[in-house]
Nanobody, 124 residues
Framework: QLQASGGGLVQAGGSLRLSCAAS???????MAWFRQAPGKEREFVAA????????DYSDAVKVRFAISRDNAKNTMYLQMNSLKPEDTAVYYC????????????????????WGQGTLVTVSS
């Protein structure tokens, strides 16, 4: 089970840090963040491999966002800086228990576990 938190209302240019806490051990999970804006499809934001040694981002958030994880705390994070109104969305964390150690996964269908989502609203 995944529990996302940390969303809220922030002005453009501001920062937020999202957390995704897992009920079990995360060391064997490939993990990622996705988001869904009103009226749009869910889209990939960032992915991290099982030990945190490899990460990747969508072009829309590259440089501004940073994904990380702490397997000792069974938690994944998304640090979001320089937020823009177009970042407004419900953010979902996702996990796969079929992940290969070094691999990153970009499709929603690659993930079997999802958090409930946390709303991020960026005002202009």
């Amino acid at each position: 089970q995944l529990q996302a938190s940390g969303g809220g209302l922030v002005q453009a240019g501001g920062s937020l840090r999202l957390s995704c806490a897992a009920s079990g051990r995360t060391s064997r999970l490939g993990m990622a963040w996705f988001r869904q804006a009103p009226g749009k499809e869910r889209e990939f934001v960032a992915a991290i491999n099982r030990n945190g040694g490899s990460t990747d981002y969508s072009d829309a958030v590259k440089v501004r966002f940073a994904i990380s994880r702490d397997n000792a705390k069974n938690t994944m994070y998304l640090q979001m800086n320089s937020l823009k109104p177009e970042d407004t969305a419900v953010y979902y964390c996702a996990a796969s228990d079929r992940a290969i150690l070094s691999a990153l996964y970009y499709r929603a269908s690659d993930y079997g576990y999802w958090g409930q989502g946390t709303l991020v609203t960026v005002s202009s």
